[in-house]
């Protein structure tokens, strides 16, 4: 717990904005990962209820979208 | 069956005849005869915001390099490409899958006003009592585009596809199907 916390006050944010813009993209990485599995979700939905050739290609867009949260996260955590 | 028009669909894919589809509750026997969607025309607004958005990020790569440090432009990048991306295939989804299906049985709406409000409206071909068409505006009448309203007999489901290409032929195909219904209720 220790290093996690270090993790977030230590790297490139000694700074007040720095540490303001790494708190904003923790959130907003958390919340995009939230808003990825909800529309991954709805896209299977969508599909379901009108499915078309594209069908598939939608859903594994929508799906790639939640590996791209899994990695904007990361950044969040680890790049700033 | 009338004779109605050979599979088609045009270069935005808001107007298909005969597509290879399915919606949920399609009856086994039931064939799509014609799916509409909204207008690409109609759709400018959020793919402007996209662009402008777009523009927004790069001013702000103009603008910050002083400020911040390399990582956190970067990120900020990362981001702001994040979120323009959702906005645009929020909507693009939004568009797709708020179609209009035209079937040998049934006339159904769908909409998806937001990511987790669906509408689904249907109504059979027999029921329908009136069919009016609304083009208006400078663009609706340029590019042909318009409102179709379906009325049904009585407390029935009313539908309106609106901001569709080619109001006047979809009505024409309606037409042809109410046609064939009664010819086919006379018979039997």
């Known amino acids: 717990m220790q290093n996690f916390i270090s993790l977030l006050t230590t790297s490139s944010s000694d700074d007040f904005v720095g540490l303001f813009i790494k708190a904003f993209a923790v959130f907003f990485a958390f919340l995009y990962l939230l808003y990825a599995v909800v529309m991954s979700r709805q896209t299977q939905i969508m599909n379901d209820t009108f499915s078309t050739k594209m069908s598939s290609i939608l859903s594994t867009i929508s799906f790639l979208q939640i590996i791209f949260a899994g990695i904007l996260i990361l950044v969040a955590l680890f790049l700033i | ?149 379906v009325k049904t007999e009585g407390f029935e489901q009313n539908i309106e596809f609106n901001d569709i290409p080619r109001p006047s032929a979809v009505v024409k195909i309606i037409n042809l199907l109410m046609k064939d219904t009664n010819s086919a209720r006379d018979e039997g």
């Open chain 2, 1 to 149: 069956m009338a004779l109605l028009p050979p599979r088609s669909s045009n270069l935005s894919h808001s107007y298909l005849v005969r597509p290879d589809v399915r919606f949920t509750t399609q009856h086994a026997d039931e064939e799509v005869i014609l799916v509409v969607r909204k207008h690409p025309v109609t759709q400018l607004s959020w793919i402007v915001n996209g662009v402008i958005l777009l523009t927004l990020l790069l001013l702000v790569n103009a603008i910050v390099p002083e400020i911040l440090k390399a990582n956190q432009i970067i990120a900020i990048n990362i981001f702001g490409l994040f979120f323009i991306f959702s906005y645009i295939w929020i909507n693009f989804l939004l568009w797709y899958f708020t179609v209009g299906v035209i079937s040998n049985e049934r006339i159904i709406d769908l909409d998806f006003y937001n990511l987790i409000y669906k509408e689904f409206s249907a109504t059979t071909i027999r029921q329908v009592s009136d069919i009016t068409t609304k083009i208006g505006g400078f663009f609706g009448s340029i590019l042909n585009f318009g409102d179709v309203f």
